[in-house]
């Protein structure tokens, strides 16, 4: 009788600190979604004003700003590779209008 309650608690355990193991791997993509949504926003506002390179460099300026602030705040791996691939992109635009 023993066995089974201490086995019941045991689980019970366990299962509490998997759920919240998920709750808060959860918690972290949803900050990082949300970071990447600004410098996402930044990046798209430099690539669809590219063709003029006068609108396009102060543009520039902000979304690296806006990167390098992402780049402290981000916490999972694939969100810091996410990051990479918008500042490629920057970099692009950058190389076209210097």
Do not use: W
């Not at 066995?3 to 791997?25: I, M, N, S, Y």
């Not at 900050?31 to 590219?50: C, P, T």
């Not at 979304?63 to 705040?73: F, K, S």
């Amino acid at each position: 009788m023993r066995r089974r309650v201490l086995f019941a608690a045991v689980l019970a355990l366990a299962a509490a600190a998997c759920q919240d193991r998920r709750e808060k791997a959860m918690k972290q993509i949803s900050h990082d979604e949300e970071i990447l949504q600004k410098v996402n926003g930044a990046v798209n506002e430099v690539i669809r004003n590219s063709p003029d390179c006068e609108v396009a460099k102060p543009l520039v300026k902000e979304a690296y700003q806006r990167i390098d602030e992402a780049r402290t705040q981000l916490s999972a791996p694939a969100s810091g590779q996410t990051l990479e691939a918008l500042k490629v992109q920057v970099d692009r635009v950058a190389q076209i209008c210097p």
